[in-house]
Each structure stands twice: as C-alpha cells, then as structure tokens.
C-alpha cells in the first residue's frame, strides 16, 4: 500500500483560492476514478469532487458547485483540487483517494489513507 501525498493546503481569507495537489502511486491512476474528500474538525469525512479516469468526468458535491474543479494529470500520477471563492466552512484536512459511486453517492475504495493538508479557511 502506497499512501497518497497531499499538499497544497494552506490559510486563506475568505475569497481566496488554493490549489491542491494529490501524488499517489502508478497503480492507483490505472484505471480507476480519483476523488478528493475532506474532513472538519467533529464532522465525518465527507465527499468534495471526482474525476474519470480519463477526467472527461468530473462530480462535485453540491455545495462546491461552481468553485471548485477537479484535475488530473495520468502522466504525473497526480489530481489537483483548484478552489476558488473560498468559505470558511471549507475549513478542513483536505484527502484524496481513488473513487467509486454507488447508488448515486462517492465512496473512498481504499481503506488508507495519507496524511492529508490543512485548509483554513478565516473570515
């Protein structure tokens, strides 16, 4: 098991923007979607964005609609997270993971996980 590394993250005033980026293993870009999920502080990990393996296919979760856009580039083995029009609700450890969707929902496939980055978002 080879964890992702992510970086990217950062503290940005409301409005602001960060890119993240994701570098996992080859074998994790083989053929599967890439997702990128957060976590606040009391809250359960929740799903933010995916994108096909191909990336011609990219899901977003509702309330990032519009401000962010999911990336990735199969040659780097790498997914980016591009936010805009940050919120401070955005606030939180920022993961990614390969994706699948079930019944109309995202769900992380594996079960480890890197050390994720720290967005903070103030207002």
């Known amino acids: 098991q080879v964890q992702p590394v992510e970086s990217g993250g950062g503290l940005v005033q409301a409005g602001g923007s960060l890119r993240l980026s994701c570098a996992a293993s080859r074998r994790t870009f083989s053929s599967n979607a890439m997702g990128w999920f957060r976590q606040a502080p009391g809250k359960e990990r929740e799903f933010v964005a995916a994108?096909?393996?191909?990336?011609?296919?990219?899901y977003y979760t509702e309330s990032v609609k519009g401000r962010f856009t999911i990336s990735r580039d199969n040659a780097k083995n790498t997914v980016y997270l591009q936010m805009n029009s940050l919120k401070p609700e955005d606030t939180a450890v920022y993961y990614c993971?390969?994706?699948?969707?079930?019944?109309?929902?995202?769900?992380?496939?594996?079960?480890?996980w890197g050390q994720g980055t720290q967005v903070t978002v103030s207002a």
């Open positions: 994108a096909s393996y191909g990336g011609g296919s990219t």
């Open positions: 993971n390969e994706a699948t969707r079930f019944a109309g929902n995202w769900y992380a496939i594996n079960d480890y």
